[in-house]
T-cell receptor, first 118, second 112 residues
Framework: DAGVIQSPRHEVTEMGQEVTLRCKPI?????LFWYRQTMMRGLELLIYFNNNVPIDDSGMPEDRFSAKMPNASFSTLKIQPSEPRDSAVYFC????????????????FGEGSRLTVL | KQEVTQIPAALSVPEGENLVLNCSFTDSAIYNLQWFRQDPGKGLTSLLLIQSSQREQTSGRLNASLDKSSGRSTLYIAASQPGDSATYLCAVSAGGSYIPTFGRGTSLIVHP
């Protein structure tokens, strides 16, 4: 398996523009997480999906942020309008997410999308 | 709300030393604890995962232990090498929610 795939790897945009980050989880994984990493705050959970349904979005900063998971193999995180304080590395991670006997809960990360908002 | 603390925040050691990195958490009702390595500009790579029912896991020169009663985990690195230089993060998944909460990490430099 190719692992968790994120795009773009780098994005530079101007304040006020719309930004869309994309994630393809590992095939067969049912849980998907979006995290944001900054020097100031470390890794913060933004939203967690299980079976394509948002389970916990309490970490989404404000209405400018939205996330979707239209099917089991694709998720997007959208920021509209973007602001300089949104500059960070955004990570997508997936896990088996069945909570079954053989599910250890191991989390697998993508390489991240580095966003710079000027 | 689960809180995860990692001490020390940074560590610089000469090659060959044995190291202990610490991770503490506030809620002992956990599902698992996972240690990750992050190289600069890269994603997180899973090193070891300890399930709630386990006490330790080993992989090569790495050994991770879990003590739920005291809310602690340690990552032991034997005979450190310059290639071990990276940031090490621990993540604790709460029982029931399965959502991992991360510590801020320990930045490790092993110099030749």
């Amino acid at each position: 398996d190719a692992g968790v795939i994120q795009s773009p790897r780098h994005e530079v945009t101007e304040m006020g523009q719309e930004v869309t980050l994309r994630c393809k989880p590992i095939s067969g994984h049912n849980s998907l997480f979006w995290y944001r990493q900054t020097m100031m705050r470390g890794l913060e959970l933004l939203i967690y999906f299980n079976n394509n349904v948002p389970i916990d979005d309490s970490g989404m900063p404000e209405d400018r942020f939205s996330a979707k998971m239209p099917n089991a193999s694709f998720s997007t995180l959208k920021i509209q309008p973007s602001e300089p304080r949104d500059s960070a590395v955004y990570f997508c991670a997936s896990s088996l997410g069945t909570a079954g006997e053989y599910d250890t809960g191991e989390l697998f990360f993508g390489e991240g999308s580095r966003l710079t908002v000027l | 709300k689960q809180e995860v603390t990692q001490i020390p925040a940074a560590l610089s050691v000469p090659e060959g030393e044995n190291l202990v990195l610490n991770c503490s958490f506030t809620d002992s009702a956990i599902y698992n604890l996972q240690w990750f390595r992050q190289d600069p500009g890269k994603g997180l790579t899973s090193l070891l995962l300890i399930q709630s029912s386990q006490r330790e896991q080993t992989s090569g020169r790495l050994n991770a232990s879990l003590d739920k009663s005291s809310g602690r985990s340690t990552l032991y690195i034997a005979a450190s090498q310059p290639g071990d230089s990276a940031t090490y993060l621990c993540a604790v998944s709460a029982g029931g929610s399965y959502i991992p909460t991360f510590g801020r990490g320990t930045s490790l430099i092993v110099h030749p």
